[in-house]
């Protein structure tokens, strides 16, 4: 079991860069599977990266080769660096950690706060 807590949202203009972190806190941590979600205003929840015991680090199509998830399992940190942000990116993110095999594949869920990024044009 895990708790995790964001930081490091804010306001960006087009173009720049943030970066987030979640803190973990909890037994085992390296054994959980790790996730960053998103949620637009008047969208579902996607999911933008994920890291997992068994497969690679996967990201979704929008933010491949702009965004890059770096875990740190001493830390117990999992940090999300967003560069050249678009105002599409703007979302509430969520940290999320479950013990699953595969993701989301089990009962367990374990989802942070969540941190506001806002992208201006």
């Known amino acids: 079991q895990v708790q995790l807590v964001e930081s490091g949202g804010g306001l960006v203009q087009s173009g720049g860069s943030l970066r987030l972190s979640c803190a973990a806190s909890?037994?085992?941590?390296?054994?959980?599977?790790m996730a960053w979600y998103r949620q637009a205003p008047g969208k579902q929840r996607e999911l933008v990266t994920s890291?997992?015991?068994?497969?690679?680090?996967t990201y979704s199509d929008s933010v491949r080769g702009r965004f890059t998830f770096s875990r740190d399992n001493a830390k117990q940190t999992g940090d999300l660096q967003m560069n050249n942000l678009k105002p599409e990116d703007t979302a509430i993110y969520f940290c999320y950690a479950d013990p699953c095999a595969r993701l989301g594949a089990c009962g367990s869920a374990y989802w942070g706060q969540g941190t506001q990024v806002t992208v201006s044009s």
């Open positions: 890291d997992t015991y068994y497969d690679r680090t």
């Open positions: 909890g037994a085992e941590f390296e054994r959980y599977n």
